[in-house]
């Protein structure tokens, strides 16, 4: 299926928060996500699911004012 | 000493972390300026990089207190997930909560402030207000949960210090046991230094750091306006009057003419 992470669209076998994030790559990485908007902790990953067309943000911390 | 939400802070001086040259040279800032608070915020990190993880460690190794924002959210629900998703990544249910009404002034929208402020508030937030001076929105605010407000000098980024003196008087007074932090719009160390002469507790400041010459020397340069206007509110400022007094006394002056 096609979802769109951080604004692009990218593909994805898996069916879960937790696996999709693994497949992309952001296994180790410490990062929060939203999906289409809102908010999913950590500990619920394992039982978002994800489907075709959704919007999911992968946000790291970074530099602000 | 200044206390934010029950907690301590030894430095009046928040610094933002943002527009640095290098991470080095942002190190080296926060530690010159004595900050024991610092803002954070979050980004978009693609699973190849990792921009995001070498910064936060290098925050986490200076051990100071983090302040995550919601920089560049324009709807309520926008800053509430943000604010939601950095609770999680820094451990802290402080929020610099940021509502950006438009683009040119990127004024606060106090109308979106308020209502993020009491959804967060109720969820556990300790919200810390971007807002402007006005006194009904501070009001509304306060009635919300807040119990820091964090009025603008003048625009972010603009250094154009205390645009609105008046304004920025009248909250102090009205709000005299409320922790007011001066964030945005501070551009040199004397604009730091006369929001602390009028009262204000504390002072956020990034750009006027970040993109001076020399960011570690303007850093220095900061806390130390924040101490002398700090040390010069507790000393109690004379008052201004429109016509000259002689400093000398004229008691016993000869007569020469």
Not at chain 2, 32 to 60: N, P, Y
Request: charged content about 20%.
């Amino acid at each position: 299926m096609r979802i769109l992470v951080n604004g692009a669209w990218r593909e994805a076998a898996a069916m879960t928060l937790a696996s999709v994030l693994e497949e992309l790559g952001y296994a180790d990485s410490i990062v929060a996500t939203a999906l289409n908007g809102e908010f999913v902790p950590a500990s619920a990953r394992g039982g978002a699911r994800v489907s075709e067309g959704d919007r999911l943000e992968v946000l790291a911390p970074m530099q602000g004012g | 000493m200044l206390e934010l939400y029950d907690i301590e802070i030894g430095s009046r001086l928040l610094l933002g972390t943002a527009r640095y040259p290098s991470p080095a040279v942002l190190t080296e800032a926060i530690r010159a300026s004595r900050a024991e608070v610092v803002t954070v915020s979050l980004r978009r990190e693609s699973s190849g990089e990792r921009a995001g993880q070498g910064f936060w460690s290098i925050i986490r190794s200076l051990g100071v207190r983090v302040l995550p924002n919601t920089a560049g959210c324009h709807s309520v629900q926008e800053a509430v997930t943000t604010a939601q998703m950095g609770r999680e990544i820094f451990g802290t249910s402080w929020v610099k909560l940021e509502v950006i009404g438009e683009d040119d002034t990127l004024q606060p929208d106090v109308f979106g402030l308020v209502e993020a402020a009491r959804i967060l508030t109720a969820d556990g937030f300790q919200v810390l207000p971007y807002t402007t001076e006005d006194l009904i929105a501070a009001e509304r605010l306060l009635r919300a949960g807040c119990r820091v407000l964090m009025p603008w000098g003048a625009p972010i980024g603009s250094g154009r210090g205390l645009n609105n003196l008046y304004g920025l008087k009248a909250l102090r007074a009205h709000f005299p046991d409320v922790p007011l932090v001066i964030d945005a719009g501070i551009g040199v160390p004397s604009h730091a230094a006369q929001a602390m002469e009028l009262g204000f507790d504390a002072v956020l400041i990034n750009t006027a750091v970040a993109e001076a010459a020399n960011p570690v020397a303007m850093a220095a340069a900061f806390a130390q306006a924040v101490e002398a206007g700090y040390a010069a509110r507790l000393a109690g400022p004379m008052e201004p009057r429109d016509m000259a007094a002689p400093s000398t006394p004229v008691m016993g002056r000869a007569f020469l003419g």
